[in-house]
């Protein structure tokens, strides 16, 4: 058996002999932190995040193991960190950075990261200042250098296909009743006049951004990093943190801008559905839930 180790920029396997071990995630976990510190090797394992993709393990106060459960997959972890380790550390926030390489042992791949300590804030709280804060430093990251490790404005629901897939594939799942309204959002996003593009997280609220005592103390998963405008990340904020707080975080118009984004967003998520092929029975389920909201919102 061999271990490959993927540099996290280039992502070319280097093959290196490895002892043989089974597949299973106590494993894999101990493939990832063999040249961590012994403490860090011992810490407490606790799966935080368990899904069809990835597995997530904590070595508390130390380290965090992500693990992909598909092959093909590699080369996508590999992007992840490599953008991930070129942010700079001084940004002022604590990032998953790595602790050593992608690792793939049977065709499962993991990698060690730094741990990131905090936790997510309730809905509708997190005071503007912060949030101003947040905003302020996730936008000016350098994406200059990242250009090629960053993904597509909306790649993850069809990229430079979204709008044909909304048209085609969502809308016709929809409730013909909230088909006009739906149009109209997407036409709206479609119609968005260009501004100044700058680095933006993708996915900015949630789970995705750890706080302590009042403030933001790191940011999780950057897989949907990407350049586009400020009302990207603006909307999400808006989403999770309370709307009505986005007027004290940035101008009237960026606020225009990231409420016609939030307007579409959970025709996104069909489109995620549709375009990762998921079951007829889960896209219309998520169908039936983005018209229920665009009457309660919308209408």
Partial sequence: MTKRLHNARSCRPVIVPAPVINSDLASIVDAAVIDLPSKARAARRTVVDEGSAHIV?????HAAVRIARDKSTAETMCRRQGLVDGIPRDMG???PWSLGPVIEINGVCAVATEFVAGSPCPVGEGSPG???RLLDVVSSVDAVPLRGLLADPLSFCGGAAWYRIQVDEVLPRLDPQTRVLAREAVEALASLGAEHRVFSHG??????????QGRVSG???WNLSSES????????????H????????????????ALVRRNTFRLQQVGFLVVSRRPDSEISAAADKASTWLRENLA
């Fill in 219 to 221: 940011i999780l998963d």
């Fill in 57 to 61: 393990v904590l070595l508390q106060g």
């Fill in 130 to 132: 912060e949030l101003r």
């Fill in 229 to 240: 405008d400020r009302a990207t990340d603006l909307a999400s904020l808006g989403v999770w």
């Fill in 93 to 95: 926030l604590a990032l």
């Fill in 203 to 212: 996915d900015l609220g949630g789970h995705n951004v750890l706080w302590d």
């Fill in 242 to 257: 309370g709307w009505e707080k986005l007027s004290e975080i940035a101008s009237a118009d960026q606020v225009h801008r």
